[in-house]
């Protein structure tokens, strides 16, 4: 009685099944939808909730202008059913939008940031204002650089002074990403908070992140002058810094709010008394490394 039991249960869930999808199928969107799928129907009937799912995300995608206007339950991605062996196994694939988006984006995957704003990948050297003269000559270096870089020719970074928020890291960090979209790797460095952070990761990763900045092929070292600065910071972390980017010609960019002579009185000052030598080599390093420029603006800071 009991097996008898099992087999008429079994049968009305079979019928249940069935009478649902046929239901569905009496929509013949649905049922052309689902007629893409090479398999048969016997196996199609015991999907049909998944595969009504799927139509209405596929629906969804057609009528779509772009990713703000996404529909579905995962944004940018479709539910859709693919046949695998004898079975039908559902997955959510990016939409074109979503694939347009991640081939755009794929340049961020090249830019590391240390204590920087994430909207500085944004920076962009189409965005540049050239509204102002003071940057002709930086934007004319850019290209320049770029240029020599492709060429191999180990071009020089910049020391960029100016006053503050005129623009100066939003420069360099354009031509940055600009570089990573040439799928070469660019750090960019907060200086003074990556100091800190640094100094707090005696017991952990310090050497790893001082090694990572050491070798970046590209860096930025940005708003330097600005930090407290301590014989540690001075002989133990920027001069092995400099020193190694010079003898493997690793371009490198400052920003500054401090000249190139401020930032020298700036870094023979310590805690630890006064030491003219020390920050002379230190500034000696840096016109080895880059070109001096200055940008004069407006504070752009809202
Ligand atoms: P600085 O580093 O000289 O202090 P920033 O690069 O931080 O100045 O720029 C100040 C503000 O102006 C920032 O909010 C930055 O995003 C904005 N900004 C500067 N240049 C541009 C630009 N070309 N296009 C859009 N925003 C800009
Ligand atoms: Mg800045």
């Avoid at 102002?132 to 930086?138: A, E, F, T």
Wanted: contains cysteine; glycine residues 4%.
């Amino acid at each position: 009685m009991k097996n008898i039991n099992n087999i008429l249960e079994k049968n009305s869930d079979e019928m249940e099944l069935v009478h649902s999808f046929q239901d569905a199928c009496s929509n013949k969107e649905f049922y052309k939808f689902i007629t893409t799928l090479p398999i048969e129907e016997k196996v199609l009937i015991k999907y049909t909730s998944s595969l009504e799912d799927a139509f209405i995300e596929h629906k969804n995608c057609k009528n779509c202008k772009g990713i703000g206007c996404c529909k579905n339950s995962v944004t940018g991605y479709c539910y859709t059913p693919e046949k695998e062996k004898n079975i039908i196994k559902f997955s959510y694939v990016a939409c074109k939008w979503k694939e347009k988006d991640l081939k755009e984006n794929a340049y961020k995957e090249n830019l590391e940031l240390f204590d920087m704003p994430k909207e500085i990948k944004e920076a962009s050297l189409k965005e540049v204002y050239t509204d102002d003269k003071s940057r002709v000559p930086i934007i004319r270096y850019f290209k320049e650089f770029i240029d020599k870089y492709n060429k191999k020719e180990e071009p020089k970074g910049l020391y960029l002074t100016g006053s503050f928020g005129s623009g100066k890291t939003y420069l360099v960090a354009a031509l940055l990403n600009e570089m990573a979209r040439k799928k070469v790797c660019c750090a960019l460095v907060y200086y003074p908070e990556f100091l800190r952070s640094l100094k707090s990761s005696f017991q952990t990763d310090y050497n790893e992140r001082f090694n990572f900045i050491k070798t970046s092929p590209i860096l930025l070292l940005d708003d330097i002058g600005a930090e407290n600065e301590s014989n540690w910071s001075r002989d133990e972390v920027l001069g092995p810094i400099l020193q190694y980017r010079m003898q493997n010609h690793l371009p490198t960019f400052f920003t500054s709010n401090l000249t190139l002579e401020e930032l020298e009185t700036a870094l023979s000052i310590t805690s630890s008394g006064v030491d003219k030598v020390k920050a002379r080599r230190i500034i000696e390093r840096i016109k080895q490394l880059t070109i001096p420029m200055e940008l004069i603006g407006k504070n752009r800071r809202s």
